[in-house]
């Protein structure tokens, strides 16, 4: 089994629809994030979380908010999804970043709003 | 705000060797790491600098200046499974990953 699991692997949903990504971890890191990917924009942070009780919010939160229900799942929703939320998003856990491998990824979840 | 600069795309013939620069501006800086990307598929780690210097690992090397803000990743004996995304990542602190764009490198025969 992989060690970050986000469910579904693809999904198409209608504008205004609620739909929530879940990301489950057996790294044991307290850490998890989720990014998106946008073709030449890169990966860009939307929430990170260093415990069940901690959410911060990335540089782009607007239109998504998160839950972190235990120390291995952390799950995304889109309350209203839009069009521009169309894209591929990525769930990452991680220890410290000071050395070691930085980030271990999902194998990530495609969105299409339509 | 952080910015990571990288080229768009390159392209190179197999058995070749590619460099893959990398140029940063960031509030802080606890590292900087290169990850592979194959299409439609999760990042995987390459390398990580913390120190300036040259760290080896087989085909791949990864370069790091911090006075010059500037890394570069250099693929060796190029192959065809090395055609991917290449990413640049730097840690301003401990807490998390800034990414570049990342870049296109597709090898051909």
């Known amino acids: 089994d992989a060690d970050v699991t986000q469910t579904p692997r693809n999904r198409i949903t209608k504008t205004g629809k609620r739909i929530m990504l879940e990301c489950s971890q057996t790294?044991?890191?307290?850490?998890m994030y989720w990014y998106r990917q946008d073709p030449g924009l890169g990966l860009r942070l939307i929430y990170y979380?260093?415990?069940?009780?901690?959410?911060n919010k990335g540089e782009i939160s607007d239109g998504y908010s998160v839950s972190r229900q235990a120390q291995a799942k952390f799950s995304l929703s889109l309350e209203s999804a839009i069009p521009n939320q169309t894209a591929l998003y990525f769930c990452?856990?991680?220890?410290?970043?000071?050395?070691?491998?930085?980030?271990?990824f999902g194998s990530g979840t495609r969105l299409t709003v339509v | 705000g952080q910015n990571i600069d990288q080229p768009t795309e390159m392209t190179a013939t197999e058995g070749a060797i590619v460099q893959i620069n990398c140029t940063y501006q960031?509030?802080?800086?606890?590292?900087l790491f290169w990850y592979q990307q194959h299409a439609g598929e999760a990042p995987t780690f390459l390398s990580y600098?913390?120190?300036?210097g040259l760290e080896e690992k087989g085909r791949f090397s990864s370069f790091l200046s911090r006075s010059k803000g500037y890394s570069y990743l250099l693929l060796k004996e190029l192959q065809m499974k090395d055609s991917a995304s290449y990413l640049c990542?730097?840690?301003?602190?401990?807490?998390?990953?800034?990414f570049g764009a990342g870049t296109t490198v597709t090898v051909r025969a």
């Open positions: 990542a730097v840690s301003p602190n401990d807490y998390k990953l800034s």
């Open positions: 600098n913390v120190l300036d």
């Open positions: 790294k044991g890191h307290d850490r």
């Open positions: 960031t509030s802080g800086f606890n590292g």
């Open positions: 979380s260093f415990d069940v009780k901690d959410i």
């Open positions: 990452a856990t991680s220890d410290s970043l000071t050395g070691g491998e930085g980030y271990t």
